[in-house]
């Protein structure tokens, strides 16, 4: 089992920055994506931003020039800094990952975290 684990988040004023991590364990053998999306209360989930093996990021419409994308070498740390922050920014940002995971044969796994609370308000 592949386990994602979120932190950063919290309240921060219009115009201010926050970091959020996603720490990734388990018996990960490779990744072929991770990234965040993010959910706000009656809306559907969104990409955010994700890194694929292939090197390639992708950002959403709406975060891009604002929100910047890392990890480790590994990829099992990925980070979202996230800068000049709206209130349209405020949700629940999930960590997710695809890739091969185990010990004596290797199999796919789609893992999500619980995700990290983002309020942008005065």
């Known amino acids: 089992q592949v386990q994602l684990v979120e932190s950063g988040g919290g309240l921060v004023l219009p115009g201010g920055s926050l970091r959020l991590s996603c720490a990734a364990s388990?018996?990960?053998?490779?990744?072929?994506?991770m990234g965040w999306y993010r959910q706000a209360p009656g809306k559907e989930r969104e990409l955010v931003a994700s890194f694929s093996r292939g090197g390639a990021i992708n950002y959403g419409e709406s975060v891009k020039g604002r929100f910047t994308i890392s990890s480790d070498s590994a990829k099992t740390m990925v980070y979202l800094q996230m800068d000049s922050l709206k209130p349209d920014d405020t949700a629940v940002y999930l960590c997710?990952?695809?890739?091969?995971?185990?010990?004596?044969?290797?199999?796919?796994?789609?893992?999500w975290g619980q995700g990290t609370q983002v309020t942008v308000s005065s």
């Open positions: 997710h990952a695809t890739g091969l995971m185990g010990l004596l044969s290797s199999r796919p796994f789609v893992s």
């Open positions: 388990g018996t990960i053998i490779s990744i072929n994506d």
